[in-house]
C-alpha cells in the first residue's frame, strides 16, 4: 500500500512497518476524517484503536472526526484517553479573520463586518476557515451572501466552475448550472 502511495520499494515498505511495530511509542498515525471511511469493523485500524493490537498498544494515535460522530466513536470500547473538541471561530476571530482577507479592501472588510452584525445567520457560517474563506470571496466577487450553508457552498462551486470555464473562454453570464443557483 505504501509502495502504490509513495512511490516506494516493497523493502522501503517493510523497514517502515518494521519500525513501527518495534518503535510503537516513536510513532504517531493520524487518521483523519475517520468518519468517511470504509473501514470494516474487524480491520487493523479498529483493533488498533480498541486497544486489541498488543504489538501496536503503544503507538500514538490521532483521529480526527467531525463533532457528530465522535459521540459514537467514543461509545464504542477504545483507547482514547482525551477527547478534544476544535471550537468554531469566536466574534473577535471572525473579525480579525475578515480584516487579514480583505487587508487590500478595507471598505470590503469594515461592510462585510456590519452586515456580518447584522445578519447573526449569515455570521453563523464564519466559524471554520474554509466556510469563512468561502464567506468571504463571495463577498469580494460581488455575490449575494447566502444564509444556509447549503447555500454557501453552491455559490462557491459556482464561483468556481464560472472561473474556470470564463479562463478556458467558454463562459457566458447565466450559463453555468442555473439550477444551483441560490434562490
Known amino acids: 500500500r505504501l509502495v502504490r502511495l509513495f512511490g516506494m520499494s516493497k523493502n522501503d515498505e517493510r523497514d517502515i512497518i518494521d519500525f513501527i511495530c518495534q518503535h510503537p511509542s516513536q510513532v504517531v498515525v493520524v487518521m483523519d476524517s475517520l468518519d468517511e471511511a470504509q473501514i470494516n469493523e474487524d480491520s487493523l485500524i479498529w483493533q488498533i484503536i480498541r486497544g486489541q493490537c498488543e504489538e501496536l498498544a503503544k503507538l500514538n494515535l490521532l483521529v480526527v472526526t467531525r463533532p457528530c460522530e465522535a459521540a459514537s466513536l467514543l461509545a464504542k470500547k477504545s483507547i482514547f484517553h482525551r477527547h478534544l473538541e476544535v471550537v468554531g471561530f469566536t466574534k473577535e476571530k471572525i473579525d480579525s479573520y475578515v480584516d487579514a482577507?480583505?487587508?487590500d479592501e478595507p471598505?470590503?472588510?469594515?461592510s462585510l463586518r456590519e452586515l456580518l452584525?447584522?445578519?447573526?445567520e449569515v455570521?453563523?457560517?464564519m466559524h471554520t476557515p474554509l466556510l469563512a474563506t468561502m464567506?468571504?470571496?463571495?463577498?469580494?466577487?460581488?455575490?449575494?451572501?447566502?444564509?444556509t450553508q447549503t447555500q454557501l457552498y453552491q455559490t462557491a462551486v459556482l464561483s468556481m466552475l464560472e472561473q474556470s470555464t470564463e479562463k478556458a473562454g467558454h463562459y457566458t453570464p447565466g450559463s453555468i448550472l442555473g439550477d444551483l443557483r441560490p434562490p
Not at 464567506?135 to 444564509?147: E, N, V, Y
Open 107 to 110: 471598505h470590503k472588510a469594515c
Open 123 to 125: 455570521r453563523s457560517l
Open 135 to 147: 464567506l468571504c470571496r463571495s463577498f469580494q466577487m460581488d455575490k449575494a451572501l447566502p444564509s
Open 117 to 120: 452584525k447584522s445578519q447573526p
Open 101 to 103: 482577507f480583505f487587508v
